[in-house]
């Protein structure tokens, strides 16, 4: 009798959980194209000024996130704040000069420095080292430095090779880089031979348009004494080389070795400490509160140049305001007593453009366990129609990304959530293994994946129009396809957030070849 009593005792949990997250669906009516395009209209305004990270914009963008995620009624996700803030620094080139021979050259007209590798000091040197193009490619057998001395030493340089400038190619930066003629192999090859520094002869000078002393931002200090990297004009080559008005072809006959001349270089650099923030609420869950679902979005873009502001309507206002609306649905859901079981935490993050910085922040400093984290749902560009796209399906479908990785539940959640709901096409193009635009390395939601924490990233495809560019504006998000693919990922969350286990941890994460 016991035992017939606990076994309807289950059964009746069972269909009351079930229950439970059939109700929590219904909310999804609060998931509207005009809520949606209400809350766009903020995010990817003028006013905002493109949210680049650590910028105003951005942090009026974070205080209208706090702002609305207060206003639904949900707790601060970082102890009594809703933003878990992070250092983000900027170096400024404050001095700057190049003396040969006594000789003092001008910015921009005759050098420019590298800020990510120069530091702080003076360097005076007694000769130089003319390394030809300094290009070392074992697989064809060059070196040129063979037979030089270059320890400690400021090497010279041509830019490109002989037959001329090396192109991008297939591939992107990371193909590029890894040519033996890029400035970046470049500097590789000459910091192996133990180089103190590297001058680059280049033909762009004067410069056309001023060259910027602010550096790029970056998420870790680093205090170590920086590799000497600048250009310089023929006029400085010449004066290094003992040589008169020739070009940078004609240089490339000049006989590598040693060249006694006295050069000084001078760099001050000052660096800001800025800051930026994650935007970070959560609604408790019930019995399994002290488990997480994440839905996440990144709600930084890429700033504005001058009077040119990129306004990241899709890229990722839509992400950002899909998290808002879809926190807005359980933050309604909650008010009538149908909260999820487990917590769910809405997390906006920024530094995402600049290297998922936020997200690898969180991840190093996470402020719930990364064991009890069942899942990150993740959104970044739900608002457009792939232009590559030409399936009949085009205006009807959303890429999911991860789906065959670390989880074997989430394909079999997903798909079932999508049925009962849009019934969109799940597109995993995405997840092909050889894959060349690595989609699935690109977004906040590997953070998660590579500690283990299973993911599905919902994703509209653009790569090409107006990715990245100022004209990704929010006339051209489909607001009602936006719509459909929110709602799918809330009836995913719902089934995730209420089920009786976690999410089970059953596939290897394969790490992306380096």
Known sequence: MKKLIWILSLLISV??????????TKFSTVITAEALKEKLFVIASAEMEGRETASPGQKRAAAYIESEFKRMGLQPGNGDSYQQTYPVYQDNLTAKAIFVNGTNFEWDKDFTFSLQTISNGKWDYSNVVFAGYGIVDDAKGVNDYAGLDVKGKLVVILEGTSEGMPTMGQGGNRAFNANPASPMAKMRAASTKGAAGLLIVSAGFPRKTPTETKGNMYLKKNDATGFLMANISTSIANALLGKSGA??????????????????????????????????????????KDEYLFLTGHYDHLGKRGNVIWYGADDDGSGTVGVMQMAEAFAAAAKKGKSPRRTIVFMTVSGEEKGLWGSQYYSEHPIFPLEKTTADLNTDMIGRVDTERTTADSLNYIYVI??????????????AANKKSSNITLDYKYDDPNDKNMIYYRSDHYNFARKGVPVLFFYDGMLLADYHKPTDTIEKINFE??????????????????????LKRDIPLNMPAR
């Open 15 to 24: 269909v009351s959980f079930a229950q439970k997250g059939k109700e929590l």
């Open 247 to 288: 070009s940078v072809s004609a240089l490339g006959s000049v006989a590598k070795g040693d060249y006694n001349v006295d050069v000084t270089l001078v760099a001050t650099k000052k660096t800001d400490n800025l800051e930026s923030s994650n935007v970070i609420a959560i609604l408790p869950g019930t019995d399994k």
């Open 402 to 415: 991860g789906h065959d990785k670390l989880s074997s539940d989430l394909p079999i959640i997903n798909e």
């Open 481 to 502: 396809l936006m719509q459909k693919r929110t709602v799918m990922v809330y009836h995913t969350a719902c089934e995730i957030a209420n089920r009786d286990e976690m």
